[in-house]
Each structure stands twice: as structure tokens, then as C-alpha cells.
């Protein structure tokens, strides 16, 4: 078990740099997700931590011990990787066994760990198939197998559950969280699926294009969005953003509706409201002229523009609904919904 | 039920194979068939008549005990090449694969001897380990060493064994590489995450998932050295001393055309043809299938 920091990490190939002054510390036992859209540096950010990538400057340490000219061998970790990395000429026995052999742990004692994570994953029958054998799933399991019988006190993933289907996304998401809680080692998770950091990760590291964007925990992130980035980034449907100027204890929108908030700004500012924190009603304040409707059972999701306008605007309402198409539908933000940020930096106004 | 495609009768088929089947049949089967027949005639001393003997000619190899020595002399010939040339392919791609900088230069420096001509790659290892002019031998002076390879069997063997080898390395390392660079490389990093060094897992991880490639080179190099590897003896040591370095191809060209004994020559070509036949055989009904880790 160990804490992991780093400090001012930065990424280049030749000339162009690629993460940016990556800083922040995982404390014992802590589940963190790095999430981002693809090409943000998350995974070169992982495999940096592992030890695969060079860091160009700053420092990475692991348990207290900085471990940038350390290599992966020695960082006591153990990765998961996004196509499990499974030597396909082993057995799923020697596949597990490998690295304890490397490091020459008793053989009688080998048996036992790989029965043991054998259990715990429910693998024991598959022990003597080789790799290709296995189905989708079943090589997770392995993959993951092979990283707990090191018994390490880093854990890696890689985007493991992304070459899996949606259901068994979800069943192998739950069984990540449980026994990373039941072995309480610290963990490193790379994924761009926003629902899987969300559920996973005690805290997450949103990076977008090589930066932090805002590094808290899930319920923060999405209540308290540090940037336009995160704000769009977390939460599905994605938050609607409008055009306003702020004022005095509101802010006026570019079709001249006044919203409350507790704020008092001035100048261009840009208005986020969660699709979900829509409400709809006779006496609204957002009028939306309904496009489509996307019937999702337990919500309907409108798309809509502003009325007046062509600002994309979706709300999201329980149960389902038949709203009549190219009418126009009032909405009122429900309160607290209101997130501001500043037009140019498109950083959050608190 | 399985529906077959019937196209209408033509010509055309037959005219686009007949090129194919017109060069097998002169250039393949028509001297084999001619070696066939010559295995089963003996001529007289002077050339001026020949009789049909059935196997005689295969019965004399049979007892023939220099014959014996020559087929184990190729075998032992074909073992050494294949396993240095194999060796240091595999050490070279094992490297080349490893390399980020100037990848390509090395690569391409290292396919190069792939094309030299058999005969060339022998003349120049003639010149650099001729006993009176070559820079081997002049070295080897130094630490006290002796070399004649005009005089001394084993080094002849040796001098062989080696040319025949380098030339085949190119080949080797284009496969080996090819190899090595399809194993994926999260495989590779885990192995390292796991603790193995480079060593440990070139010889864990690299070396048995090229096994398929291995058993193939295999195959191919000990064709090459049963049947390629002509020219090189016939440039560097026409098979001598003593006929120290006459392997089966080297003592058919011998017996048939120095000793102009076409049946018996043409009775060993006859069980070379078996012989590189079985391999082709072997090849395809193993390596096809992929050996299996």
C-alpha cells in the first residue's frame, strides 16, 4: 500500500509537449480515475507512472520514493492493460505464476496465491486453459488475476473494460470496485468513459489536452464543475451552455431572459445548465422550441432550440413524455442549477 | 445442400495455365524424369555405350561407405549452418527490435548480404581466409594460430560452414524480425511490470512466441544448405581437401561431371530429389499449420 505523488510531471516528444505540469497527490488506498477524451495524455500519463514512459521533467513517487529512474520492474506495481497483455503460450496458472516466479517465491506458496485470486475471481476452473481459450471476459479476469497475486502496492488499469461488452462492462465495473475496496491498494484507473470513472473513482483527474482540468471527487466534479471542460465533459446528456451577461444577483441571457443566481458578476459570461436540472413548466423562463424527442423509458430527453434562436438546448424529463414537435415548451432551471463561468477563461465563477 | 458455381466450358482456363504447366514440364519433370531414367544405366569407361542396369547404381551407393561419409558430412554441414545462421538472426533481430534510432539503416545494412550471389559471397570469403593473402589468417597469426584451410579438413569445414551461414543470416533476421515485431508490445511491457529483465524475457516471452517462425526457418534453412549451398563450396574449396567439405549436392556434380559417372550421379540426384521432396512435405504439413503454443 502507498501514496503516490506527483509533482510538475511533464510529457514532450521532441518539441511538442504533451502533458503540462501534472501535479497531485493519491493517498493509501485510494481509487483514482484519470478520465479525458482520447489524446488527452491519460494513458502516457499511466504509463509514465508505470515506469514504460520516460518523464521529461518533475517527479513521480511511490510511497514516498521517487521512483522516475526506477524501472517497472522495481516500482512494485501491476498493470492491467486495455488488450490484457496475457502470454498466450502459458496457461492461465503460468500467466498468474509468472511474475512470482520471476521474483522467486516459493513454489508451494505460488500455488496457494494463484488458488487464492483463482477464488476470488472465479477462475479456478480455467487455471490449465491457455489464453485464447478464454472468452472476453474470462482474459479480464485473468489480467486482473495476474496483477492481485503480486500482491503489489500500486494497482494500473488501462482502459481494461473497453474491449468488453456493455453488460459485462458493468458487472466487471462493480467487481473492479469491490475488490480494490476488499484489498485496499491503491489504485490508478485510466478510462475515457465518464460513467465508469464516475462509479469507480474516489476521485477523479479530468485531463483535457495534456492539463488538469479539476481533480476532486465524483459528486464535487459534477456539482461544482471547475471548468466549461469538466462541466460538458461530466454528466450525460451533456450540460446545455448559454450566452449571457451577468449582473447584479442575475445574469441576463442573449435573448434577454434575467436568471437568478447568488452571484454577482458583470460581463460576457457563459450560463451551464445540467439537461437533468430543467424543469419544465407553464410559467418558464427558458422557452424551447421542441426538434425531437429521444424516448428512454425512464426519461425522455428534448432536443430543442431556444425559441428565437439556434441555441442548442436539451432537457431531460422523468418518465415518458409526448411532447409535440416544433411547439415550444417552457423551462425553468431548478435552484442551485446555475453554473457560471467566465466567457473567456471558461473557468467557474464560485 | 452445398450449391456449386458451374461456369461454361472454355479454352481460356487451360491457356492461362499452360505457360506455368509448359515450364514445369521442361524446366521440372522432364530432366527429372531423364535423372530417373540415367539412375538406371551404367556407361562403359569410354563413353561409348550404356547399358540398363534397374538399381544397380543404387545398390553400389548402398555399400558405398564413402557415400555414408558424405551424407553424414551433410548432415552435420546442414546442422551448423542452420544453427549459426538461425543464432545470430535471431540474436540480430532480437536487437534490431529493440532499437528506436536509425532503425531502418540497420535493418537495410543488415539485408544486404541476402543479396549477394552465392559465388561472390565465396570469393570473398576465399579472399579473406586465403592462408598467404587473406587478413584472417594474418590475424590469427598473431595469437599463434595456424590456418590452411587448403590443408586442413576441419578448418575447410569450418570455412564453409561459415560462408554458407553469413549468407543466410539476412534472410533469417528479415523473418525473426517480422516476428518479433508482430508479438504486441503491451505483452512485452508486461513481462517487464512482472519483473522479467530483457534476458529473461527474450527467453520467456520473445523466444516461444517466435517458435512458429523458428520451426519454419528450420525447414528452409536446411533446404538451403542441402541443395543451395553450391556455389559457396564450389568457390571456396571445390569440395576439398581430401574431399572434407563434398556434401551430397557437391559429390553429384563431382561423380557426374569430373568423374563422369552420370548413373551414379545421377542414382544420388535421384535420392536428393526424395529427400528435398519429404521436406517440402514436412514443411507444408506442419507450418501450415502453425506450431502450436
Redesign the interface.
Known amino acids: 500500500m502507498a501514496t503516490i505523488n506527483l509533482d510538475q510531471l511533464t510529457k514532450s516528444y521532441g518539441p511538442d509537449e504533451v502533458l503540462h505540469h501534472i501535479s497531485g497527490d493519491i493517498n493509501d488506498s485510494e481509487f483514482v480515475v484519470i478520465v479525458g477524451p482520447s489524446g488527452c495524455g491519460k494513458s502516457t500519463l499511466l504509463r509514465m507512472i ?3 514512459e520516460t518523464v521529461t521533467s518533475g517527479e513521480i513517487s511511490i510511497g514516498g520514493k521517487i521512483v522516475n529512474e526506477i ?4 516500482r512494485d ?3 492491467v ?3 490484457y ?5 502459458m496457461s492461465v496458472r503460468e500467466n498468474m505464476a ?2 512470482l516466479k ?2 522467486k517465491t516459493p513454489k508451494d506458496e505460488i500455488t496457494r496465491r494463484v488458488n487464492e485470486a483463482a477464488d476470488i475471481l472465479e477462475i479456478r476452473e480455467y487455471l490449465d486453459r491457455k489464453p485464447r481459450q478464454l472468452s472476453g471476459g474470462q482474459r479480464q479476469r485473468v489480467a486482473m488475476g ?1 496483477a492481485i497475486v ?1 500482491d503489489p502496492q500500486v494497482f494500473l488499469f488501462d482502459e481494461p473494460l473497453s474491449n468488453l461488452d456493455a453488460k459485462l462492462r458493468v458487472q466487471m465495473r462493480l467487481e473492479i470496485r469491490k475488490l480494490q475496496k476488499r484489498l485496499g491498494v491503491t489504485s490508478i484507473y485510466v478510462t475515457h468513459d465518464q460513467v465508469e470513472a464516475m462509479t469507480l473513482g474516489d476521485r477523479l483527474m479530468v485531463l483535457n489536452a495534456g492539463y488538469v482540468e479539476q481533480f476532486d471527487t465524483p459528486i464535487e466534479l459534477y456539482e461544482r464543475p471547475a471548468s466549461m471542460f469538466v462541466a460538458g465533459f461530466i454528466g450525460s446528456p451533456a450540460m446545455n451552455f448559454l450566452t449571457a451577461t451577468g449582473g447584479d444577483g442575475l445574469v441576463i441571457l442573449d435573448n434577454g431572459t434575467a436568471l437568478p443566481t447568488r452571484l454577482s458578476t458583470s460581463g460576457p459570461v457563459i450560463a451551464g445548465i445540467r439537461p437533468e436540472h430543467l424543469i419544465a413548466e407553464p410559467e418558464g423562463v427558458l422557452p424551447v422550441r421542441v426538434e425531437m424527442l429521444e424516448q428512454l423509458g425512464a426519461n425522455t430527453l428534448v432536443h430543442g432550440v431556444l425559441d428565437g434562436s439556434d441555441i442548442p438546448i436539451v432537457a431531460s424529463v422523468t418518465g415518458i413524455q409526448s411532447l409535440p414537435v416544433n411547439d415550444v415548451v417552457r423551462f425553468t432551471p431548478g435552484p442551485d442549477a446555475l453554473h457560471l463561468f467566465d466567457a473567456n477563461t471558461e473557468r467557474r465563477l464560485s | 445442400m452445398l450449391k456449386r458455381v458451374h461456369f461454361p466450358t472454355s479454352v481460356l482456363p487451360y491457356l492461362l495455365v499452360a505457360p506455368q504447366i509448359l515450364v514445369t514440364l521442361i524446366f521440372f519433370i522432364w530432366p527429372a524424369s531423364q535423372a530417373m531414367y540415367q539412375s538406371m544405366r551404367i556407361e562403359d569407361a569410354f563413353g561409348l555405350s550404356t547399358e540398363f542396369v534397374w538399381f544397380e547404381n543404387f545398390q553400389i551407393l548402398a555399400e558405398d561407405k564413402q557415400y555414408f561419409e558424405t551424407f553424414w558430412r551433410t548432415i552435420i554441414f546442414s546442422a551448423c549452418v542452420a544453427f549459426i545462421s538461425m543464432s545470430v538472426a535471431l540474436f540480430l533481430a532480437g536487437f534490431a527490435d529493440r532499437v528506436v534510432r536509425g532503425a531502418m539503416a540497420y535493418r537495410t545494412m543488415l539485408i544486404w548480404p541476402y543479396a549477394v550471389a552465392p559465388v561472390l559471397a565465396g570469393a570473398l570469403w576465399v579472399f579473406m581466409f586465403n592462408p598467404t593473402l587473406g587478413i584472417f589468417p594474418y590475424l590469427l597469426e598473431f595469437v599463434g594460430y595456424d590456418w590452411n584451410h587448403y590443408l586442413n579438413g576441419h578448418q575447410a569445414m569450418l570455412l564453409v560452414i561459415l560462408a554458407a551461414a553469413w549468407k543466410q543470416v539476412a534472410y533469417n533476421f528479415l523473418f525473426y524480425l517480422a516476428a518479433m515485431q508482430s508479438i ?1 508490445k ?2 512485452i ?9 530483457p534476458v ?1 524475457r527474450f527467453r ?2 520473445i523466444l ?2 517466435v ?1 512458429p517462425t523458428t520451426f519454419f526457418l528450420l525447414v528452409i534453412n536446411a533446404v538451403y544448405a542441402f541443395f543451395d549451398t553450391f556455389g559457396i563450396i564450389h568457390a571456396v574449396t571445390q569440395g576439398g581437401p581430401a574431399g572434407a567439405t563434398t556434401i551430397l549436392v557437391y559429390k553429384v556434380y563431382n561423380d557426374g561431371f569430373v568423374g563422369l559417372d552420370l548413373g551414379g550421379s545421377a542414382a544420388q540426384s535421384v535420392i536428393l530429389m526424395i529427400l528435398v521432396i519429404s521436406m517440402t512435405v514436412i514443411q507444408f504439413r506442419y507450418v501450415e499449420k502453425k506450431v502450436d ?1
Open positions: 508505470a515506469g514504460l524501472e517497472p520492474a522495481d506495481i501491476a498493470m492493460f486495455q488488450n497483455a496475457l502470454y498466450p503460450h509468472y511474475g520471476i521474483r495476474r503480486r | 504486441p503491451s505483452v511491457e508486461a513481462s517487464a511490470i512482472d519483473g522479467a529483465g529473461r520467456t516471452i516461444p512466441l517458435s503454443y
